[in-house]
């Protein structure tokens, strides 16, 4: 049975990844208005696993005895100023994300809910690849800087890396 302290806490995490997933909603169709289809299905995709993440603690709090809640979502924001403002974006909140789960997992030892504590390293490790995957587009789009080429081959690589991993969702959650 969770206390109502951890209760209290994932049901806030819930509402960061229902967040994360509408914020990665927001980029995905805004590059697709800008004709950047590869970024666009890669963001789409990112969005339906922060759904998954989201959900993933829900389904943990209602198994333990707590509730978990359906969070309320604010609007994000609709305009990206470019391609690098987005991944930018993208790494500034993956790892405002990893530092939540980081204080999450801290609360877990102080209460000495071991079981909560070992359920979250697989977000821990999550978190580790996502600001690792930010940071490694970031540095290619620094590569490219403003050149047009460049951008049209890196929309197409993101297509092909989210096409590869297509399927995954279901595996991650
Ligand atoms: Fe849920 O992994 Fe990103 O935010």
Redesign the pocket.
Same mark, same amino acid.
């Given at each position: 049975m969770l206390s109502k302290k951890i209760e209290a806490a994932l049901n806030e995490q819930i509402c960061l990844?229902a967040e994360?997933s509408q914020f990665y909603l927001a980029m995905a169709s805004w590059a697709e208005t800008q004709g950047m289809n590869g970024i666009a299905q890669f963001l789409y995709k990112h969005s339906d696993?922060?759904r998954m $993440?989201s959900l993933k603690l829900m389904k943990y709090v209602n198994e333990r005895g707590g509730h978990g809640l359906v969070p309320l979502l604010k609007q994000p924001t609709k305009i990206f100023k470019s391609v690098k403002n987005v991944f930018e974006t993208v790494l500034n $909140? /993956?790892i405002k994300?990893s530092n939540e789960i980081n204080k999450l997992v801290d609360i877990c030892l102080k209460e000495k809910d071991y079981t909560t504590h070992n359920f979250l390293q697989w977000y821990v490790s999550?978190?580790i690849e /996502?600001e690792a995957l930010a940071r490694q587009i970031l540095d290619k789009l620094k590569l490219i800087g403003g050149e047009k080429g460049g951008l049209y081959l890196f929309d197409r690589d993101l297509e092909g890396l989210a096409a590869a991993e297509a399927g995954g969702v279901d595996e991650k959650a």
């Amino acid at each position: 049975m969770l206390s109502k302290k951890i209760e209290a806490a994932l049901n806030e995490q819930i509402c960061l990844e229902a967040e994360s997933s509408q914020f990665y909603l927001a980029m995905a169709s805004w590059a697709e208005t800008q004709g950047m289809n590869g970024i666009a299905q890669f963001l789409y995709k990112h969005s339906d696993e922060e759904r998954m $993440h989201s959900l993933k603690l829900m389904k943990y709090v209602n198994e333990r005895g707590g509730h978990g809640l359906v969070p309320l979502l604010k609007q994000p924001t609709k305009i990206f100023k470019s391609v690098k403002n987005v991944f930018e974006t993208v790494l500034n $909140h /993956e790892i405002k994300v990893s530092n939540e789960i980081n204080k999450l997992v801290d609360i877990c030892l102080k209460e000495k809910d071991y079981t909560t504590h070992n359920f979250l390293q697989w977000y821990v490790s999550e978190q580790i690849e /996502e600001e690792a995957l930010a940071r490694q587009i970031l540095d290619k789009l620094k590569l490219i800087g403003g050149e047009k080429g460049g951008l049209y081959l890196f929309d197409r690589d993101l297509e092909g890396l989210a096409a590869a991993e297509a399927g995954g969702v279901d595996e991650k959650a």
